[in-house]
């Protein structure tokens, strides 16, 4: 079980969705549960107690009172080894600070073997303020550090180059994975399935809308924060039925400590690489435009193309839970994941999009069932429907093209008939 405290300078409304974030990420972690909570101003985060006396007194006394109490979270971004060990010491419970909270979250929702190893790189950080911790109460027990056995190294630059070591060898795996993975990227682009990366934060609805955009039964929304840590991809079909895949990305969080979102980059590397970007907001939370403004700022900082951010579809979920809902944003596409609602309206729109960017059409062509027409559109393009008129011995093909293709079927078959451009 796990007590919660968050203690904040600024307004008291600021102080009350942050507070409720915490509890979220609290409940998201398996027999973790929240005992307790409280807001508190803070100092400096970087003074040795992150409290005043008073607020530091208050604390103790409230913790002693609270039997069942683990531990205590400190919702500030990162406390030093030495306020973790002073406050764990006053009051005899393990503290946590939204990094390592965060980052336990991550460990255990990551599947993949990057996602493990981008953990492994995020507890670096961590693992050498323990060391300095470490070091300085054996220098104080033994007065004075020593030397690892006629090497001429301190304890302490052992252990800092292990860690350096480690660090190295885990940033290797990272990037031979990510070689890989354009690899994969390649070969996907070969088989020309336009690809749909949908974003959001945490909880805005993703999953749902990719189980509702899918029919993919096997993927279970959870209501939990960071349910989907690694990127996982879904096939799914639009209304003329060209086959796209959408993928699902790791949801944002407010404040996400930042070693922590250098960490996971290569996790949003991918979007760069995709056709459009579906950018699913939860618009009954009460920070719905801070978000918005956070996502595209995070965006613009994975140096992402500029057509994809223009060519954005943004979509407002859960408006069903919105009394007479009106668009703030013009453009933007209302749904209801959970309930379905606007979602034929969304496939469309994804749909006029996915043609612009990816430079293809869809056409009705007629042509002669004895010529090579038929053989050449199966290979060059993708073939959608064919309706046969026996009675002349020609069909109607109706075919997604790209732009280039459909250059040089004009050119092979100058006579072919195209019914609908």
Known sequence: SCMY???????????ELQIAEAIALV???????VLDKIIIPTKNPDKKLVFGK??????????KKLPRVTAVFLNVERISSLTKKELEDAW???????????????????????????????????LRSNLKNEVSQLDQQRGGSRYIMGSGETFMETQNRILKEKEL??????????????????????R?????????????????????????AGLQPRDQLFATLDITAHAGYLPSHMAVIYVDTIGFLTDLPHNLVESFSATLEEVAYSDLIVHVRDITHPETILQKATVLSVLKNLNIPSHLLDSMVEVHNKVDLIERYKPTEENAVAISALHGHGLEELKEEIEKKILTVTGKKILTVNIHLEG??????????????????PEDGTARVKVI????????????????KILMP
């Open 169 to 190: 060898k885990i940033r290797n795996a990272l990037e031979k994975l990510r070689r890989k993975r354009s690899l994969l990227r390649n070969q996907r682009r070969k």
């Open 192 to 216: 020309e399935f336009p690809i749909i990366s949908v974003m959001g934060y945490t909880n805005c609805g993703k999953t749902t809308l990719i189980k509702a955009l899918t029919g993919e």
């Open 5 to 15: 405290g968050s203690y904040w300078k600024s307004e008291q409304s600021y102080a």
């Open 92 to 126: 005899g419970v393990k503290v946590f600070d939204r990094y390592t909270v965060v980052l336990h979250i991550f460990r255990c929702n990551a599947r993949t073997k990057e996602a493990k190893l981008q953990i492994a790189l995020a507890e670096i950080p961590l």
């Open 27 to 33: 409940n998201t972690l398996q027999n973790w549960t």
């Open 372 to 389: 090579a027409q038929l053989s050449w559109l199966y290979k060059e393009a993708t073939v959608q429907e064919v309706e046969v008129m």
């Open 401 to 416: 093209i790209s732009n280039s293709a459909f250059g040089k079927y004009k050119n092979l078959f100058p006579n072919s």
């Open 54 to 63: 008073g607020n530091f007194q208050v604390l103790t006394e409230k913790i």
